[in-house]
T-cell receptor, first 114, second 109 residues
Framework: DGGITQSPKYLFRKEGQNVTLSCEQN?????MYWYRQDPGQGLRLIYY???????QKGDIAEGYSVSREKKESFPLTVTSAQKNPTAFYLC?????????????FGPGTRLTVL | GENVEQHPSTLSVQEGDSAVIKCTYS??????FPWYKQELGKRPQLIID?????GEKKDQRIAVTLNKTAKHFSLHITETQPEDSAVYFC????????FGQGTTLQVKP
């Protein structure tokens, strides 16, 4: 888990603003994921990427965008089209080496809309 | 679509008692089932996982059982301690992880 960093830890956004959440990993993992967690709820998949320059929508992609230009980085942009973005955002990575699909999570970013 | 149901949503036990959390999944092709523990404000941490080619796995006070025919799997925590208090999530891998809604476990001293 220490090989995955997310920044910032807390983020405040005004309505109508786009904000970008950072996720970096030094684990040499191929796949990266973004989840959203609302209070008292489970984790919902926003976007995921299995290789550089390729990504797929998850269950709640509307209002979000991503890029995967480098293996180590998978930033998430929360756009003004996301009407209720206040949540805890978690980035995760997976390595398929040795047949494990274990996902490791970063420390998260708590986004609040003012 | 793929779905994972988790029960109960909250569980309160006395220290030293056992706790059991159950999950059912819909996609029979699922072959990997991890369990995560999440303390308040922190990231989920993997505590145990099981693959579809085994029926049970133990790690000290924690065990997971899998019934592929019935498409359900369970987490068993024995001799619970106050530090076991957290939210626990099950998940099933259908090509991507589908998470249950979580169980808030409270262990009373």
């Amino acid at each position: 888990d220490g090989g995955i960093t997310q920044s910032p830890k807390y983020l405040f956004r005004k309505e109508g603003q786009n904000v970008t959440l950072s996720c970096e990993q030094n684990l040499n993992h191929d796949a990266m994921y973004w989840y959203r967690q609302d209070p008292g709820q489970g984790l919902r998949l926003i976007y995921y990427s299995q290789i550089v320059n390729d990504f797929q929508k998850g269950d709640i992609a509307e209002g979000y965008s991503v890029s995967r230009e480098k293996k180590e980085s998978f930033p998430l942009t929360v756009t003004s089209a996301q009407k209720n973005p206040t949540a805890f955002y978690l980035c995760a990575t997976t390595s398929a080496i040795l047949g494990t699909d274990t996902q490791y999570f970063g420390p998260g970013t708590r986004l609040t809309v003012l | 679509g793929e779905n994972v149901e988790q029960h109960p949503s909250t569980l309160s036990v006395q220290e030293g008692d056992s706790a059991v959390i159950k999950c059912t999944y819909s996609d029979s092709a699922s072959n990997y089932f991890p369990w995560y523990k999440q303390e308040l404000g922190k990231r989920p941490q993997l505590i145990i996982d099981i693959r579809s080619n085994v029926g049970e796995k133990k790690d000290q006070r924690i065990a997971v059982t899998l019934n592929k025919t019935a498409k359900h799997f369970s987490l068993h925590i024995t001799e619970t301690q106050p530090e076991d208090s957290a939210v626990y999530f099950c998940a099933a891998d259908t090509g991507k992880l589908i998470f249950g809604q979580g169980t808030t476990l409270q262990v009373k001293p």
